[in-house]
Every structure is written in C-alpha cells, then in structure tokens.
C-alpha cells in the first residue's frame, strides 16, 4: 500500500484568505483524486488528475499534479465558510494495486465567517 | 452522493452477530468497490467487484468477512461473527468501468455492542 500524506492535518482561517493544503508520497501514481467529504456523508469527488504538471482549476479552487506524479496541492482562493470539509487525496496505481484508491488522511479546513 | 445508495445508514450489532450491508451502485455502473474508515484512520480499500464476480479482494480480512455482487440486486458485504474492532464506517463507490471516477455513498456506520 503507498502512503499518501497529507498536511496540514488541521487548517482553521478566516473567511477571504487562502490556503494551499498539500498530498505527498514517495510512490508514483497513476491518477490522483481529491475529494471533500463532511460529517455523516461519503466523499464528493472534486476531480481527478492524470498528468505531470498537470492544472485543473474549479471555480476558486486550483489543484495541480507533481511533475513526477508523486504530490499534489489543492489552493483555494478567497475561502468560503462554505469550503468547510475533510479534504481527501487518494491516488491510484494501477501498475501495483490496479482500481483501488489509495487515500491520505485528510486536511480538515474550518473557515470562520 | 444521491448517486450510491448505501443501507442501512446505522447498523448497532452484538458482539458475535452477522452484518449485512447493501450498496446500489449508480445508474449504469457496473463496478464496485467497498471501503471502511476506521476514526483517525483514512479510507482504506476492501474489495472490488463487478456483476458475479470478484476482482480485487487484497484489502478484505481473509476471515469472517464475504462480498459479493449478484447479477441483479445490490452488492452485499457481509460480516460474520463481528466484534468490536469492526466497528467503522463502510463505504461503497461505483464507477463506469476501472479507469473511470468512483463515485461514493453515504456510508453505513456499524457499532458493535
């Protein structure tokens, strides 16, 4: 199994600032996810990245794959109490563990109005 | 998550009793992937299956626990003789085919008592 860490495991800020969590591991993926999960209710797939380098941008959230497809980041601009959530990286190998997702811990993101 | 149905939502079980948890994956996916969080612990990956068959069972304890994925009806994870430590919460995802997203359901929270 690879490990994906994730950091910061806590993030508390005030609603208009920025942030940048982060997904690393020392294994190369296939594909990386992120995912946002809150309280009593599964994970919501944000999106999925494929490509070294790769940027996707979703509205005030930015995520971007590692050139080596080893780590990624999640920025989100101008956060929103909204944003509150678990934010989850999960990576796919399919060379080694084939369909399964491989999830990091989490970054638990509290925005205060 | 409307998607993935998952049920029952609660589950509270007696050390020794069986555990039958239900998913329905979305409309048009034929693959199914079963996961447990365990509290602090990320998502870890179960068992994988499509319609009457197994593909990947690497993260499923070797005893007391049965998944399976019947031609029609949902896909059933069935623990045997439960105890404590199975206490979690389990979630199944579905997809469209291997390389496509898993999507999730809202998870079945199991207690045991």
């Known amino acids: 199994t690879q490990l994906l860490e994730q950091s910061p495991q806590f993030l508390s800020i005030q609603e208009g600032e920025n942030l940048t969590v982060y997904c690393n591991s020392s294994s190369v993926f296939s594909s990386l996810q992120w995912y946002r999960q809150e309280p009593g209710e599964g994970p919501v797939l944000l999106v999925t990245?494929?490509?070294?380098?790769e940027v996707k941008k979703l509205k005030r959230l930015t995520f971007q794959f590692g050139d080596a497809r080893k780590d990624s980041s999640l920025h989100i601009t101008a956060a929103q109490p909204g944003d509150t959530g678990l934010y989850l990286c999960?990576?796919?190998?399919?060379?080694?563990?084939?369909?399964?997702?491989?999830f990091g811990k989490g970054t638990s993101l509290l925005v205060t109005p | 998550n409307a998607g993935v149905m998952q049920n029952p939502r609660h589950l509270v079980r007696r050390r020794g009793q069986e555990a039958r948890l239900r998913c329905s994956p979305m409309k048009g996916h034929s693959h199914v992937y079963w996961y447990r969080q365990l509290p602090e612990e990320g998502l870890k990956f179960m068992v994988y299956?499509?319609?009457?068959?197994?593909?990947?069972e690497s993260g499923m304890p070797k005893e007391r626990f049965s998944a399976e994925f019947p031609k029609e009806g949902p896909s059933i994870l069935r623990i045997q003789q439960v105890v404590r430590g199975d206490s979690a919460a389990y979630f199944c995802?579905?997809?469209?085919?291997?390389?496509?997203?898993?999507?999730f359901g809202d998870g079945t929270r199991l207690s045991i008592l």
């Open positions: 990245v494929v490509t070294g380098g």
């Open positions: 995802a579905s997809s469209s085919s291997g390389d496509q997203p898993q999507h």
């Open positions: 299956l499509q319609k009457e068959n197994i593909i990947d």
């Open positions: 999960a990576g796919e190998d399919l060379a080694n563990s084939g369909y399964a997702l491989n």
